[in-house]
């Protein structure tokens, strides 16, 4: 267990907590108006987290083949929970963005692995990067937008609509991700299907 090991276990484990005291924060003693800034400083620990494993995997000489697999994973998972969980109110995500990020990272997934398995080796795309940054920024947006609503000053409406808006962006831009991957290893993804 390497220190980047560790911390993408960590963030893994604050997916769950993220989740639990949106929709239970009573039973965190969380109060309304504080709940974004809770939420806030569990996605900025976690961003973090995804920060500094990286920088000690590198820095340390700690690229594990465990990381390589855990690391993608970790940030997946985690912005896909967020994204859950925002399909409960206040905010009322519609759960259709949900589909389409779980969709694109499974079909992404599933081809790296197998033609892993065949000895293809599809390497991550700058738009993938791009993705991840665009998501992490909606959810940003959404939980900042979440400390006006908690005080009273804009609508759960306004919220949602908010929330449509940055998201439905990520969306977009998540789909086209997934297409430009599919077409740029179209040639490794034929190879792929082609009977051993």
Same mark, same amino acid.
């Given at each position: 267990?390497?220190?980047?090991?560790?911390?993408?276990?960590?963030?893994?484990?604050? *997916?769950?907590?993220?989740?639990?005291?949106?929709?239970?924060? +009573?039973?965190?003693?969380? %109060?309304?108006?504080?709940?974004?800034?809770?939420?806030?400083?569990?996605?900025?620990?976690?961003? !973090?987290? /995804? =920060?500094?494993?990286?920088?000690? &995997?590198?820095?340390?000489?700690?690229?594990?083949?465990?990381?390589?697999?855990? /690391? $993608?994973?970790? /940030?997946?998972?985690?912005?896909?929970?967020?994204?859950?969980?925002?399909?409960? &109110?206040?905010? *009322?995500?519609?759960?259709?963005?949900?589909?389409?990020?779980?969709?694109?990272?499974? #079909? #992404?997934?599933?081809?790296?692995?197998?033609?892993? =398995?065949?000895?293809? %080796?599809?390497? &991550?795309?700058?738009?993938?990067?791009?993705?991840?940054?665009?998501?992490?920024?909606?959810?940003?947006?959404? =939980?900042?937008?979440?400390? $006006?609503?908690?005080?009273?000053?804009?609508? +759960? /409406?306004? !919220?949602?609509?908010?929330?449509?808006?940055?998201?439905?962006? &990520?969306? =977009?831009?998540?789909?086209?991700?997934?297409? +430009?991957?599919?077409?740029? *290893?179209?040639?490794?993804?034929?190879?792929?299907? +082609?009977?051993?």
């Amino acid at each position: 267990m390497t220190i980047p090991n560790i911390l993408t276990i960590l963030r893994l484990l604050i *997916n769950p907590f993220f989740l639990l005291i949106y929709i239970y924060p +009573e039973y965190f003693y969380v %109060t309304p108006i504080s709940l974004p800034f809770v939420l806030l400083g569990l996605f900025i620990l976690s961003e !973090l987290s /995804d =920060l500094f494993d990286g920088y000690f &995997a590198r820095r340390f000489g700690q690229v594990t083949e465990l990381g390589k697999i855990l /690391d $993608p994973m970790a /940030d997946s998972i985690t912005r896909i929970c967020a994204f859950l969980t925002f399909t409960q &109110a206040p905010v *009322n995500l519609p759960v259709l963005f949900v589909f389409i990020f779980l969709y694109r990272d499974s #079909v #992404v997934s599933t081809l790296r692995t197998i033609c892993a =398995l065949k000895g293809y %080796t599809l390497a &991550a795309r700058i738009s993938g990067k791009i993705k991840a940054v665009i998501q992490a920024l909606a959810i940003f947006i959404i =939980l900042a937008a979440m400390i $006006p609503q908690s005080m009273g000053l804009i609508t +759960e /409406d306004m !919220l949602q609509t908010i929330a449509i808006g940055v998201v439905g962006f &990520a969306s =977009l831009y998540t789909i086209f991700s997934g297409v +430009e991957y599919i077409f740029v *290893n179209k040639t490794y993804i034929t190879r792929m299907l +082609e009977p051993a």
